[in-house]
């Protein structure tokens, strides 16, 4: 296998998959794009304005039903309220490689988020994390 012929470490990577062999993550320890090479994820923050609070969750509401039941490369879309401030929301999206997440972009729930976006809702500039996964 690819792994077998490249890892500096082929004892490791046979000791985790004794333990587990089903797992896809193979030898991370010393091959770390082994696992979940190809997936994207991101990580914001919005600071929504108090009087927009209500659409703001009906359009993310929105978005959320899209993503989850049309976009086959959205793999997770998760978001919520801070325990802090209930004004404050936080997201964490996972996509298949960088297709998924211009796929989301490009979706027509996308387009009414991106409406919304327009008319200044939010009381500062998000917080985004892009990254992808190993």
Same mark, same amino acid.
């Given at each position: 296998?690819?792994?077998?012929?490249?890892? @500096?470490?082929?004892?490791?990577?046979?000791?985790?998959?004794?333990?587990? @062999?089903?797992?896809?993550?193979?030898?991370?320890?010393?091959?770390?794009?082994?696992?979940?090479?190809?997936?994207?994820?991101?990580?914001?923050?919005?600071?929504?304005?108090?009087?927009?609070?209500?659409?703001?969750? &009906?359009?993310?509401?929105?978005?959320?039903?899209?993503?989850?039941? &049309?976009?086959?490369?959205?793999?997770?879309?998760?978001?919520?309220?801070?325990?802090?401030?209930?004004?404050?929301?936080?997201?964490?999206?996972?996509?298949?490689?960088?297709?998924?997440?211009?796929?989301?972009?490009?979706?027509?729930?996308?387009?009414?988020?991106?409406?919304?976006?327009?008319?200044?809702?939010?009381? &500062?500039?998000?917080?985004?994390?892009?990254?992808?996964?190993?």
């Amino acid at each position: 296998s690819y792994h077998g012929r490249l890892c @500096p470490k082929p004892r490791l990577q046979s000791f985790l998959r004794e333990r587990d @062999p089903v797992s896809l993550w193979g030898c991370r320890a010393c091959c770390p794009r082994r696992g979940n090479f190809g997936i994207e994820f991101c990580m914001r923050s919005r600071y929504v304005k108090p009087d927009r609070r209500e659409e703001f969750l &009906k359009v993310i509401a929105n978005n959320k039903i899209g993503t989850d039941t &049309k976009e086959p490369l959205a793999l997770e879309y998760t978001w919520g309220v801070s325990k802090e401030d209930p004004n404050t929301f936080h997201f964490q999206e996972k996509y298949k490689g960088e297709e998924g997440f211009k796929a989301h972009q490009a979706a027509p729930h996308f387009a009414k988020w991106e409406e919304f976006v327009s008319t200044d809702p939010f009381t &500062k500039a998000p917080e985004v994390q892009l990254f992808e996964a190993y």
